[in-house]
């Protein structure tokens, strides 16, 4: 179980970061964020199939064919967990060596965006209120951690459970 796991769970890992390191180097250099989120979150369910694949082969070459709902849910969330650890380690990386002004330029999109959207005076102070404090936090290492753990771990959490829920066999009595 300890290898299907792992091997899911660094294979996963590696794409869903994949697709995050050329979906942000693209939105760096072109300045163009739209549609980027959409990518991540395909991303993430092609990543997280891995769930179902590491459930399935556990379930069919080492539990006879058997797994309950409970033990099939447990190894995608450990499977999401290396995943979505792999994701920070490598968000970590790129965020504070490859682009640590993203902020500066994602915030500058933004606003530009309420402009464009002819947000009145109130809701494009607003937005610089938000913004700023989105700023802030992210100069804590501790905040950006959190934050990426939450883009991820809700999809692996939703595909364990539909794994589970699909891939349940109990023992015929």
């Not at 890992?13 to 072109?30: K, P």
Request: some cysteine; proline content about 2%.
């Amino acid at each position: 179980m300890k290898k299907i796991i792992i091997v899911s769970g660094i294979i996963s890992g590696l794409i869903v970061s994949t697709f995050m390191v050329c979906s942000i180097a693209y939105c760096y250099a072109s300045q163009q964020f739209e549609g980027n989120m959409w990518v991540g979150y395909a991303s993430m369910l092609l990543a997280f199939s891995l769930i179902f694949i590491g459930v399935k082969n556990f379930r069919d070459k080492y539990s006879n064919g058997m797994v309950s709902f409970g033990k099939a849910f447990k190894i995608g969330l450990y499977i999401t967990l290396i995943s979505s650890t792999i994701y920070v380690l490598v968000w970590l990386i790129d965020y504070y060596v490859f682009i640590p002004d993203f902020m500066d330029k994602y915030t500058n999109h933004i606003l530009q965006e309420a402009k464009a959207n002819g947000d009145n005076q109130a809701e494009f102070s607003s937005k610089v209120t938000e913004m700023s404090k989105y700023k802030e936090m992210y100069k804590n290492p501790l905040i950006v951690i959190l934050f990426t753990y939450l883009e991820v771990i809700p999809i692996g959490a939703f595909v364990s459970l539909i794994s589970a829920l699909i891939l349940k066999k109990k023992v015929a009595l």
